[in-house]
């Protein structure tokens, strides 16, 4: 049959790079995406390893100025975006081992490329399937956080590596009667469990009908001191909410993740300005990870929306991409690909931008939380100025 992918935008920046003439792309490249992020030279070996896996890789700098007190703390940080590997009927467990083989392989020209710290997609192990309401097959897909297949592979790689990894993942709490929740599992460099953080905002928009499976999550801002720097996950629609963002800023977060699962139709707009936006409010940086693809379902599903029934999600666009605290950001990955994109930063930037641009300074936080904690009273009567009678 037809590939859904074919018509589809492969990336703006090759639209850009194809018909902005020479002289004038880079500076519409500054106003766009600010202080230009130069290519990484990475190892021919990775570059040709991803040739021949079939995945696009990408690498790319962000500058950050010499200080005399000190030291630079570059980190690498790697995003994959990838398609799932089997159609959605296959067997459940040939589905997961199909993903852990194809993300392994991705995650090994992570090593190649000097990754530090690398992150995976919105429910990586998986189709994104809480769009037909169905518990069967789909609730089987979720493990133990602590405990579970893929987080004891992710702990083999993450040791063989010296590598910290973020998996998100769809988890079986046993602990507390067996509930699912949304869940992004942090793994330290040697290997250890370090943490979990679950999704705090649930959508409710379209087909993303995921409070049928799992609702709002318990654990807070959590920000994970690793190996290699504090980061935190505000996972998928956590990102429409700057409070959200604003939370892991306080607690301490250098980098934080948003992996994600969004279709074009509804979302892309948005995404390449929301983690920018978070990046720049809170000076740190933020990796925003999409999935690709379109992901074909047994049975048709409806979404109460006025849509015609339907059996797939819609164009998982891609486009992952790094944003830095100074605003800038690194080109994005394409929108039809498996792909890692490969980002070398100095997290003493963070604390630059804070001291040029004041914004915690300024944020008035107290007064926010004075007005937050009136505006959530049954009683709350708005501020609102009308004219004299």
């Not at 977060?253 to 809170?282: C, Q």
């Not at 004041?358 to 009273?377: G, K, N, V």
Request: proline share 6%; net charge negative.
């Amino acid at each position: 049959g037809r590939n859904p992918m074919s018509s589809e935008l492969e990336s703006l920046d090759a639209v850009l790079q194809e018909h902005i003439p020479a002289e004038k792309l880079a500076e519409v490249q500054r106003i766009l995406y600010g202080q230009a992020t130069p290519a990484l030279d990475l190892p021919e070996k990775a570059v040709q390893y991803a040739k021949d896996k079939g995945f696009e890789l990408q690498g790319y700098q962000i500058p950050c100025g010499a200080e005399q007190v000190r030291a630079p703390r570059v980190v690498r940080v790697g995003a994959v975006q990838n398609k799932i590997v089997l159609p959605t009927d296959a067997p459940i467990m040939e589905q997961i081992d199909a993903l852990h083989a194809r993300i392994e392989t991705i995650a090994q020209a992570a090593h190649q490329c000097g990754v530090n710290i690398l992150c995976m997609q919105e429910a990586w192990t998986m189709p994104f399937a809480f769009c037909t309401r169905e518990k069967e097959p789909w609730c089987q897909f979720a493990e133990s956080a602590e405990h579970g297949k893929t987080t004891k592979l992710l702990q083999e790689w993450a040791k063989r590596w010296h590598m910290v990894i973020v998996s998100p993942i769809l988890e079986r709490d046993e602990d507390h009667q067996d509930i699912i929740a949304n869940t992004a599992v942090v793994i330290d460099a040697d290997g250890k469990y370090l943490g979990k953080h679950r999704k705090n905002h649930i959508p409710r928009v379209g087909d993303f009908n995921e409070s049928t499976y799992y609702l709002e999550g318990n654990t807070g801002h959590p920000v994970f001191e690793t190996k290699f720097g504090r980061i935190a996950i505000n996972i998928c629609y956590g990102r429409h909410h700057p409070l959200n963002w604003a939370m892991f800023g306080v607690n301490g977060a250098e980098i934080v993740f948003n992996p994600s699962a969004t279709v074009g139709a509804l979302s892309e707009p948005m995404w390449p300005i929301e983690a920018r936006n978070a990046a720049i409010a809170n000076s740190y940086y933020t990796v925003a990870i999409n999935r690709v693809g379109t992901e074909v379902f047994p049975r048709e599903f409806t979404s109460a929306d006025g849509k015609s029934a339907h059996k797939d999600f819609g164009h998982f666009y891609g486009s992952s991409y790094v944003a830095a605290p100074n605003g800038s950001r690194t080109p994005g990955l394409s929108r039809t690909k498996d792909g890692l994109l490969v980002t070398e930063l100095d997290l003493n930037l963070c604390r630059q931008i804070k001291d040029k641009w004041c914004f915690q300074m300024t944020q008035r936080l107290d007064m926010y939380a004075a007005s937050f904690t009136r505006a959530i009273d049954p009683d709350y009567q708005r501020q609102t100025i009308r004219p004299k009678p």
